[in-house]
């Protein structure tokens, strides 16, 4: 089994930065995919980001340029990067992390509350 544990989120006002952490522990496969997603109220959960275990990125067009994720292999970590946050950043940010194991759902954090607002 795989456990992950964001941490970082809170509340920033618009133009202001934060960093998330994902900590994941378990039997994880070196070869692995992880993702941040984000879900506010009343709207399905969408992905922000995305990094390979080879460090291959992507993003959503919605954070391209404000957002940077990467990753620590040898702690098992992701993290985001969040600059020049916005209102519409206003989140509850998921970890997910999918391997060998798992390559369809992947295994889920708890979330952890971005709050943009002024």
């Known amino acids: 089994q795989v456990q992950l544990v964001e941490s970082g989120g809170g509340l920033v006002q618009p133009g202001g930065s934060l960093r998330l952490s994902c900590a994941a522990s378990g039997s994880i496969r070196s070869a692995n995919i992880m993702d941040w997603f984000r879900q506010a109220p009343g709207k399905q959960r969408e992905s922000v980001a995305g990094?390979?275990?080879?460090?291959?990125?992507n993003y959503a067009d919605s954070v391209k340029g404000r957002f940077t994720i990467s990753r620590d292999n040898a702690k098992n970590t992701v993290y985001l990067q969040m600059n020049s946050l916005k209102p519409e950043d206003t989140a509850v940010y998921y970890c997910?992390?999918?391997?060998?194991?798992?390559?369809?759902?992947?295994?889920w954090g708890q979330g952890t509350q971005v709050t943009v607002s002024s």
């Open positions: 997910n992390l999918r391997d060998g194991s798992n390559w369809s759902s992947g295994y």
């Open positions: 990094i390979t275990s080879g460090g291959f990125t």
